[in-house]
Structures are given as C-alpha cells and as structure tokens.
C-alpha cells in the first residue's frame, strides 16, 4: 500500500489559484488521481496521472482550469487550480493505484489520503 498525505487546501475568492500536493511513500505505484467530495454529494473524480509516462486525464468540470503534474524525484503529485468557482469547494483527497488501471472510478484506487479541504468563497 502507498501513504499519500495532501496538503495546500484553503480558503480562497472566487476566480482565486490554489496548489494541491500529494506526497506519496511506501510501494511503488503507477497511477495517482485527485477526487473530490463536497456534503451530500458523491465522491467525484477530478484528475488523473500516469507516473511513468505522466498522461494525464480530467473532468470535464474541470478541464482548463486545473492542471495535474507530477515530480518523480519527490514523488509528490500536485493539482495547480486556477479560476476556482465556489463549486469546487470540497474536500480534496489524492489516490494512488499500484498498476497501470486509471480510469475515474474510485474503487479502483487502492491508496488514498486524508484529503485537504478546498473552499471558494463567492
């Protein structure tokens, strides 16, 4: 199993940048993805990365806005949020997978943090 701890969540205006980190420890993995969950709402995917090749796939909520990256030699995975809406305001977690799956549905991901709480005030 990989430890991932997040961190960077805040609060933040409206049209404000936010930067998420995600460092990862323990075994090896190939694939990390960001979700998201807000109250009474479910859990959601965001982004996603492959380690090795670093591809990358968004939401469609998303895309254009957040941009997900990786830094192999910290093995830290970050999501850089730009123009945050108050929408986005949730809590951020970071998961991992050991094999070379992806996708957007969070029962494929084994490894997850504590998540980091984002919130855009309007």
């Known amino acids: 199993q990989v430890q991932l701890v997040e961190s960077g969540g805040g609060l933040v205006q409206a049209g404000g940048s936010l930067r998420l980190s995600c460092a990862a420890s323990g075994r090896t993995f190939s694939t990390v993805a960001w979700f998201r969950q807000a109250p009474g709402k479910e859990r959601e995917f965001v982004s996603g990365?492959?380690?090795?090749?670093?591809?990358?796939w968004y939401a469609d909520s998303v895309k254009g806005r957040f941009t997900v990256s990786r830094d192999n030699a910290k093995n830290t995975a970050y999501l850089q949020m730009n123009s945050l809406k108050p929408e986005d305001t949730a809590l951020y977690y970071c998961a991992a997978q050991k094999y070379n799956i992806g996708g957007r549905n969070p029962k494929d991901f084994g490894s997850w943090g504590q998540g980091t709480q984002v919130t855009v005030s309007s």
């Open positions: 990365i492959r380690w090795s090749a670093s591809s990358t």
